[in-house]
């Protein structure tokens, strides 16, 4: 009985700490494939299955960007054209068959239906320096949050570095981004992510030397962003969608890219095309996420196509 209280009181301590049954921040690890190898990845079932472990999840997240650093640099990614691109697919994912893959989560306390919106966005001029901790990404938001970006409780805040910052503990040697929680000074529950411009080190947290869009490092990002923005949607404060060994949606997909893809006269691959806020288009190399289903997992680009 000792023994049963011990182990409780250590789960409520990790719980109260941000830590959940599935460890500490899952981080998107870095690229395990040679740079412009672009793999389709497997069309099988994907193992261990991913399981419901009964916590919140986001049924329609907003997504707020924090430009942290200087993004108004002369070489060619830390840029506000940079800014642009990563603006678009934020407006593009709402209801795109990509991001509706996240509707085989969905329950009836969070109805997930693939919408997403765009909140307001933010710069942050090296508040916490150029050598971040993960501590110091919350802080970044609580900052912004501070100085009149809105609390939202469906909000993902992302704290988007440009090229000539750090994060200490692994960024471009250990991972590429990450999402988490905590509180906001006020007490109210956060969900933040953490995504670095890939320029400083496309080997590790892009795919290609020539992205779709002209900025590797950027188009680096998109990829990164839409998979951290998946898991925080199916799996907000650690307590939701995750598989025996703790992966969350998008990480059982990680650095795959499905069967289609479309290769440009610049020699960059895209495999999603959405649409912008200014009536065009933009093209993206995005990974594929986890569709979920009782006769199996997979990997997938839509409800179909994997």
């Known amino acids: 009985m000792k023994l049963i209280a011990l182990f409780t009181l250590f789960v409520s301590l990790a719980v109260s700490q941000g830590k959940t049954s599935h460890g500490e921040i899952i981080k998107h690890r870095k690229n395990p494939h040679k740079l412009n190898s672009v793999p389709a990845g497997s069309t099988g079932t ?42 678009d697919l934020a407006y593009g994912l709402n209801k795109s068959p990509y991001f509706q893959i996240n509707t085989t989560y ?58 000539d910052v750090s994060e200490r503990s692994g960024f471009c040697t250990q991972y590429c981004g990450w999402h988490f929680w905590g509180s906001a000074s006020g007490g109210q529950r956060l969900r933040y992510s953490f995504v670095g411009n890939a320029n400083r080190c496309l080997s590790s947290c892009a795919s290609q030397t020539v992205g779709p869009n002209g900025n590797a490092g950027v188009d680096g990002m998109a990829s990164v962003v839409a998979h951290e923005l998946e898991e925080a949607v199916t799996d907000a404060d650690g307590t939701a969608w995750f598989d025996a060994n703790g992966a969350e949606n998008a990480d059982k997909c990680a650095w795959t890219f499905g069967q289609s893809r479309t290769t ?10 959405l649409p912008t806020a200014a009536g065009t288009t933009r093209n993206y190399l995005v990974q594929r996420n986890l569709k979920h289903a009782t006769g199996g997992d997979t990997c997938n680009m839509d409800m179909v196509k994997q």
């Open 264 to 273: 440009l006269a610049s020699g960059a691959v895209y495999n999603l095309t």
């Open 46 to 87: 994907i193992t261990p299955p991913i399981t419901y472990s009964g916590g919140a999840m986001i049924a329609a997240p907003t997504t707020y960007f924090i430009w942290y650093g200087n993004w108004n640099q002369a070489n060619g990614s830390d840029t506000p054209a940079g800014q642009q691109i990563l603006r």
């Open 106 to 163: 969905a329950n009836a306390s969070y109805p997930i239906s693939g919408a997403t919106a765009v909140g307001r966005e933010s710069a942050d001029a090296y508040s916490q320096g150029s050598r971040l901790r993960d501590s110091s990404v919350l802080a970044i938001v609580r900052h912004a949050i501070a100085a009149g970006m809105p609390y939202d409780p469906n909000g993902v805040y992302f704290v988007l570095s440009s090229s």
